[in-house]
């Protein structure tokens, strides 16, 4: 018999791949979403992702997408409510070669990963001649403004349509949340780039996105902090064989030890648990 699955309004089969009907506005759109450990993965290239990005911001569908790591993963064994955000969102993307090696140890190879970091770029350079609008939410005082600043310089004719770095304890404030939805809803964006960190930018995507109503919001960590400068990337060749944590861990010992060398090697039971049904 066939084991089946279920997560919020997505759902997918023990047996790999199901072809998901996904309403774009008036559009149907069909994607491959796969059973992966503790949830599903939508397995696109990035050109895929991008064209249902860009499908869902021409039909104003308020949507959410999530680059997915080994961290989120471990998360969402324990963290009820943030399995339920990923679960719901409209895509939900593998980030981090831990990931891909472990769907090709499942026999289950994922075909592209898809961080944060570089999606965001992609996405002003698609957005610059198209008009898209895009808005840079989080990250310390100032930084949001500067990493808005570089991308409408690398690429010509992106509209900023607003930065905003919020205070300490704002998620706990209900009057600056209500300030944050004025201020996201006035400012009429495409495109909404949420870098606070797991899960607060999860949360507060998923409780106030139908409030603000921009059609795409993006959780993208430290990315904000990436492109203006703030912190640094490994090197590309670092990057490519799946070495960023080290370089990250190497950089920020003390705020990257506990993630990386006790919290993230929770996904050697969890690899094991979840082996037998992917």
Known sequence: MEAEYTYGTNYCRHVGVLEKQVNVGDIKMTQNRKKFMNTCIDDLTLEEAVNH????????????VITLNVDQIVRMEWDKRFRKICDTCELLLVDGHPLLWIAKFYGMPFKQKICGSDLVPILCELAAPKKYSVFFLGAAPGVAQLAANIMAKKYPGLIIAGTYSPPLGFDKDENEIKHINEMLYASQADMLFVGMGVPKQDIFIHENMNIYQIPVSFSIGGTIDFIAGKQGRAPKWMRKIGFEWL?????????MVKRYLVDDLKIIRLIFKYRKIN
């Open 53 to 64: 990005i860009e499908m869902c911001i021409q039909k104003r569908k308020i949507s959410h």
């Open 247 to 255: 370089y990250r861990l190497i950089k920020d010992p003390r705020r």
